[in-house]
């Protein structure tokens, strides 16, 4: 629980996050433009500066079945289509920033927590913070990507 309490944002003006270590996300919150900013904006936060994404973009037609990212990142452009599935993220966009985590070398790696419901605990660890939390606190915490995400 508290693990999650610290992904989480205060509930008041100006709606800051607790830590910039980890982020609690419901996965079942994309409705509009900007939602998949929002959240390449917060992975970038949980990143400590290692992965930056800037010019973000995004375009979110629920009805149309369309929706996709743009940004860029260590001076190069992306753009990546996303599955529509209601208002539900596509996860998939996780295991893509996890490639390029990997393909810019980063100290950090995704990692995800399994909450039993619908959000889930995102974080951006190095191999020796991820392991000194699991041992600390016994959490199931994986690397974005893994088996058991």
């Given at each position: 629980m508290m693990y999650q309490t610290l992904g989480q944002t205060i509930e008041r003006e100006p709606w800051t996050s607790i830590t910039d270590k980890c982020w609690n996300f419901d996965l079942e919150t994309i409705e509009k433009n900007g939602d998949?900013?929002?959240?390449?904006?917060h992975i970038s936060r949980i990143s400590n500066g290692e992965l930056i994404f800037d010019n973000l973009k995004?375009?979110?037609?629920?009805?149309?079945?369309?929706?996709?990212?743009?940004?860029n990142c260590h001076g190069d452009s992306y753009k990546w289509s996303l599955k529509v599935d209601g208002e539900w993220v596509d996860v998939e966009l996780f295991d893509k920033v996890q490639l390029l985590a990997q393909k810019y070398q980063t100290k950090g790696r995704l990692?995800?927590?399994?909450?039993?419901?619908?959000?889930?605990?995102?974080?951006?660890?190095?191999?020796?913070?991820?392991?000194?939390?699991?041992?600390?606190?016994?959490l199931e915490i994986v690397l974005v990507g893994s088996k058991g995400q």
């Open positions: 998949y900013i929002d959240i390449m904006r995004d375009y979110v037609d629920i009805e149309g079945g369309k929706a996709w990212t743009s940004f990692t995800t927590f399994d909450t039993g419901g619908q959000d889930f605990v995102l974080g951006f660890y190095s191999k020796e913070e991820l392991e000194s939390i699991k041992q600390k606190t016994g």
